[in-house]
């Protein structure tokens, strides 16, 4: 599936599921999404950054034999 097609589902998914809520179901939903999402990202971040930095002190340890 490619960013198009991706895009397109979603966007699918969101107004099958706006035209079954109410005003304040879809901006409930809409904000516990947002939260899910801004804290999946934050998540993925600090294990890029700690895999990364585990990487670079492997990196800084081979360096001293």
Same mark, same amino acid.
């Given at each position: 599936?490619?960013?198009? &097609? ?6 699918? +998914?969101?107004? %099958?599921?706006? =035209?079954?809520? /109410? %005003?304040? &179901?879809?901006? =409930? /939903?809409? @904000?516990?999404?947002?939260q899910?999402? *801004?804290?999946?990202? *934050?998540?993925?971040? @600090?294990?890029?950054?700690? =895999?990364?930095?585990?990487?670079? &002190?492997?990196?800084? +340890?081979?360096?001293? =034999?």
């Amino acid at each position: 599936m490619d960013a198009f &097609e991706q895009s397109a589902g979603i966007y699918a +998914l969101a107004v %099958t599921l706006a =035209r079954s809520m /109410t %005003t304040e &179901e879809l901006t =409930r /939903t809409a @904000l516990l999404l947002t939260q899910l999402g *801004t804290t999946m990202a *934050t998540l993925a971040g @600090l294990q890029n950054l700690d =895999r990364s930095s585990s990487a670079q &002190e492997l990196a800084d +340890l081979s360096g001293l =034999r």
